[in-house]
T-cell receptor, first 113, second 113 residues
Framework: NAGVTQTPKFQVLKTGQSMTLQCAQD?????MSWYRQDPGMGLRLIHY???????DQGEVPNGYNVSRSTTEDFPLRLLSAAPSQTSVYFC????????????FGPGTRLTVL | AQTVTQSQPEMSVQEAETVTLSCTYD???????LFWYKQPPSRQMILVIR??????QNATENRFSVNFQKAAKSFSLKISDSQLGDAAMYFC??????????FGTGTRLTIIP
């Protein structure tokens, strides 16, 4: 099992550009989520999905879009990148929700100039 | 509002000694789960230990144990016989049953050889 994979590992964008961060898992997990990690602020939830076709907003959803057409994939789209979106992004998945371990991808470091 | 507080931004401990990282939270839920995650310099998020709120017995995983005090809403992590590989950011992350983990701001642990 590859676990949770994320691409790319690093990305530099210019303000206003759009891009998609890819996330895939091969563990047949229903629950997937996207977090951003900023210095001194821990991880904050952007969007999450409890199954294919179902997504919901987390704590900081503005400027991001998600869809979940398959169980395996959960891409995160930046619609028009802004310097405030400079961060490290983590994708996570788990089998169910309550009380279970979330498995994290290796992260994507995004810089918006 | 459900909040998580890690009041120690940085801690250091001598190798082979014991260190305790603190975490307090606020919730009106009676049934929830508590997690500690570790993030070494590699950036990978790794589950250290979990605790069910309905269990009175404190969880233990090898050198890692928790002191869970439900009434005080406190969930501290004790690391015994500290090793160089324990150097990392440690995040307290309760799951309050609202479909998401809530992460604290983290404690950076340094191990002194």
């Amino acid at each position: 099992n590859a676990g949770v994979t994320q691409t790319p590992k690093f990305q530099v964008l210019k303000t206003g550009q759009s891009m998609t961060l890819q996330c895939a898992q091969d563990m047949n997990h229903e629950y997937m989520s996207w977090y951003r990690q900023d210095p001194g602020m821990g991880l904050r939830l952007i969007h999450y999905s409890v199954g294919a076709g179902i997504t919901d907003q987390g704590e900081v959803p503005n400027g991001y879009n998600v869809s979940r057409s398959t169980t395996e994939d959960f891409p995160l789209r930046l619609l028009s990148a802004a310097p405030s979106q400079t961060s490290v992004y983590f994708c996570a998945s788990s089998k169910g929700l309550a009380g279970v371990e979330q498995f994290f991808g290796p992260g994507t470091r995004l810089t918006v100039l | 509002a459900q909040t998580v507080t890690q009041s120690q931004p940085e801690m250091s401990v001598q190798e082979a000694e014991t260190v305790t990282l603190s975490c307090t939270y606020d919730t009106s839920e009676s049934d929830y789960y508590l997690f500690w995650y570790k993030q070494p310099p590699s950036r990978q998020m790794i589950l250290v230990i979990r605790q069910e709120a309905y269990k009175q017995q404190n969880a233990t995983e090898n050198r890692f144990s928790v002191n869970f005090q439900k009434a005080a809403k406190s969930f501290s992590l004790k690391i015994s016989d500290s090793q160089l590989g324990d150097a990392a950011m440690y995040f307290c992350a309760p799951f309050f049953g609202n479909e998401k983990l809530t992460f604290g701001t983290g404690t950076r642990l340094t191990i002194i050889p």
